[in-house]
């Protein structure tokens, strides 16, 4: 399903302004938020609104080859598109909103977040909570930081909202006491005594609690002079490895340290603790790899 254009009045849209702080954020800005993920080209207005340094190029950069807008990528071990945080979403889907029809990847960032607008636009606001909590609370504060620290700036403004409006919907909800299932089912990371499990756990953050979009593999390589087979994200990783093997896992503990100090959403306490939890696994386990 696309996203709904947010409602224009005078050529004004509707919408919430960036850190404006909301009970619940208004559902045009939910369909905003939808359409920079799904139009490369969004409406001038969403433009002026988020950054006008916006394009076809910088989308496909950003949302294609570093922080795909699946919930899977971030949720399996591979990571994978499809599996099962995809099985789940689609039944979750199914029960809250039967007779909905659902693209094949429904854990779509876009796809949810228009979902989310619906919602509110209706006033069903137990289904939009509730989508909230099970779909876009196990991952997307932890993708919008990747966005504000990786992602460049054309971008950046968006994932700040994206971020704000998660948090002023979920301080608004009642405190989470109960994991969501995305991640209460999550694989666990295992020892990484052989090199295809260093890096699936490298490039899985529900195993490492690790952001490595491409970009920072090749950035990584700069910093260690490195000369790297340049490709997709794990051929690039794993080329890196190859040059780098000892230097790589160590800069890999750094970004483990880096990425902790990220700011945490406090409605989302348990979801916080959880992530806090897979990264100081994945330092004992990186640790011992350089022990070894």
Known sequence: MAASPAQADGGCLC????????????????????????NPRPHPALAE???????????TELFVHDFQP????????????????????????ATYLPGLEQPSLPDNLGFLLSLIGRATEKGAHSVAEAILHEQLAPWVPLYTAGVINYGGSAYRAWAESLHQAIEDAANSMPAITKLPLQLAFAPDAHELAERKALEEFALSPVLSGLLLPRSLILQIAGALETPIRFGGRKFSFSSLIDQAPRETVEKLVALLADQASWGQISGLGLV????????????????GVLEQ
């Open 70 to 93: 699946y919930g899977c990528f971030y949720l399996s071990s591979g990571p994978v598109l499809g599996g099962e945080p995809t099985g789940r979403c689609r039944e979750f889907l």
């Open 15 to 38: 919408l919430a302004r960036p850190g404006l702080a909301v009970a619940w954020p208004d559902p045009d800005l939910w369909y905003a938020l939808a359409e920079i993920v799904e």
């Open 49 to 59: 609104l988020f950054g006008k340094e916006l394009s076809p190029e910088l989308h």
């Open 272 to 287: 916080g603790k959880w992530w806090s939890a897979r990264r100081r696994r994945a330092e004992q386990l990186l640790l």
